[in-house]
């Protein structure tokens, strides 16, 4: 079926490594990714695609933290507040207002997704990080939406062995940006709000009418 790609590597190069690879194959105007194992209920793939076709969101991220979220109640409270931790840090220091990085559900517009993917440094699990620190950078509107968990299959995460690594890493994302590391006409385009010169025009229109 042509509706179908198999994309591959020779080696394990890591999930964001992957995931470039992978949207670089994509086509579309919705572009999903998701873990392998399909833990959430993939009912959420029509309100994904609503948002970022219907309502031209940028990106549409699934957030655990959510109240109508139902994956908080499946952990251990151990690896709750691993997760709650590792979280806390990298919206603190990184991501702001957004609660739940490394949530596995993730939809962009296919613009979007073009322009974005291929400024990726990362190839681990701290790609989740630099994917949401850059386009929060380019100001792209992202909506986060609940996710029911539907599936329990065996993570490769160990957030006590991997979150140490994935925050020191996450650090230096802020001086990829100074330095330039992200720079894309292509987001800047996307996410421009050059309102004064729309108003500038309406005044003259305005004057001359």
Same mark, same amino acid.
């Given at each position: 079926d042509r509706a179908v790609r198999l994309c591959c590597?020779?080696? %394990?190069q890591g999930k964001h490594a992957a995931l470039v690879t992978g949207m670089a194959c994509a086509s579309g105007k919705c572009r999903v990714f998701t873990d392998a194992d399909l833990p959430f209920d993939l009912k959420s793939l029509a309100y994904l695609h609503s948002l970022i076709v219907t309502r031209g969101i940028h990106i549409a991220v699934g957030d655990r933290t959510l109240t109508e979220s139902t994956y908080r109640d499946k952990l251990s409270l151990l690896r709750r507040a691993a997760t709650r931790g590792f979280a806390f840090c990298i919206r603190l220091l990184i991501t702001g207002g957004l609660f739940d990085t490394q949530c596995g559900l993730k939809a962009f517009r296919g613009d979007v997704?073009?322009?974005l993917f291929p400024?990726?440094?990362? +190839?681990?699990?701290?790609? %989740? /990080?630099?994917?949401?620190?850059?386009?929060?950078?380019?100001?792209l509107e992202i909506k986060r939406i609940p996710v029911r968990f539907d599936v329990a299959g065996n993570s490769t995460v160990s957030l006590f062995r991997h979150s140490m690594p994935m925050l020191i890493r996450s650090l230096s994302f802020?001086?990829?940006?100074?330095?330039? /590391?992200?720079? +894309?006409? *292509?987001?800047?385009?996307?996410? #421009? *709000?050059?309102?004064? #010169?729309? #108003? /500038?025009a309406a005044a003259s229109a305005l004057k001359a009418a």
């Open positions: 590597h020779e080696r %394990d997704a073009a322009a400024l990726m440094t990362e +190839s681990g699990f701290a790609g %989740d /990080v630099e994917l949401l620190y850059v386009a929060l950078k380019y100001n802020p001086r990829k940006w100074k330095k330039g /590391v992200y720079r +894309s006409p *292509q987001l800047e385009a996307i996410a #421009s *709000q050059n309102y004064w #010169s729309a #108003s /500038v």
